[in-house]
């Protein structure tokens, strides 16, 4: 799923861009001459690694400090996008978190934060990111759910959910917005080497794994840059898998 270099005014914005699957998003969107904005939230000196990067290999970007969970913060970031670049062309809905815990134990304030990070956050970004699109009638909008969101997993109540949610938010959003040239895709990454797997039994979840071993974040900003691709213009409302073969 590899892409030639393409018209370097388009503009996109990666959340949660400062490591891991993020990091490998907006790395591989600069690569293919787009101008990434990179967010994060508390992560700067990561983030500013990441677009030192982007800038040594030839690259174009920005960082954009935001928290997605703040409503007022969120929009207030798609709006200087806009100001200053006049359109969002493609927006990779990534930033995430954990708080594993059997239900019984979990308390409001672990289900909530993985809620408002992973759901609500989605909904901060991308409300406003639409709105240009529609006027613009082009957009790729791609949301990083994952392999929980679509079985569920013990001790994850909350990420699951969280995950789920974003995947039925990705097929409506797609049936709103299909006629206007604007897609909207899922992919569902398993178990990948970022720190989301940090504490996690790796050699037995490996057993588990069709491939016998875990994903690369390279590998899922591979099918991330084939669904923001011309080519990808007729995929839209889906949930792409990147798991090994375990689902």
Request: with cysteine; charged share 20%; aromatic share 6%.
């Amino acid at each position: 799923m590899s892409e030639t270099k393409t018209d370097n005014t388009q503009i996109a914005l990666v959340t949660g861009a400062s490591r891991g699957i993020g990091k490998a998003i907006a790395t591989a969107l600069a690569e293919t001459g787009r101008f990434v904005y990179l967010n994060f939230n508390s992560s700067r000196e990561k983030a500013e690694t990441v677009l030192k990067e982007i800038i040594s290999n030839g690259g174009k970007g920005a960082l954009l400090q935001f928290d997605v969970t703040n409503r007022e913060e969120s929009e207030t970031a798609i709006q200087k996008i806009i100001s200053k670049k006049g359109k969002i062309d493609i927006l990779i809905n990534n930033a995430g978190i954990r708080d594993d815990m059997l239900m019984v134990r979990m308390k409001k304030e672990n289900w909530q934060s993985v809620i408002d990070t992973n759901l609500t956050g989605f909904f901060n970004v991308t409300r406003l990111a639409v709105k240009n699109m529609l006027s613009k009638r082009f957009g790729r909008i791609i949301n990083v759910s994952s392999t929980s969101g679509q079985t569920g997993q013990a001790g994850q109540v909350n990420y699951s959910a969280s995950k789920a949610g974003l995947i039925g938010a990705t097929k409506a959003l797609a049936r709103e917005i299909a006629k206007r040239n604007i897609t909207v895709n899922a992919v569902a990454p398993g178990f990948i080497e970022t720190e989301m797997i940090d504490g996690l039994p790796v050699e037995e979840i490996k057993k588990t794994i069709p491939a016998g071993r875990f994903g690369t974040p390279s590998e899922v900003a591979a099918t991330i840059l084939f669904l923001c691709s011309k080519e990808a213009g007729y995929i839209t409302g889906q949930v792409i898998g990147i798991n090994g073969g375990i689902l």
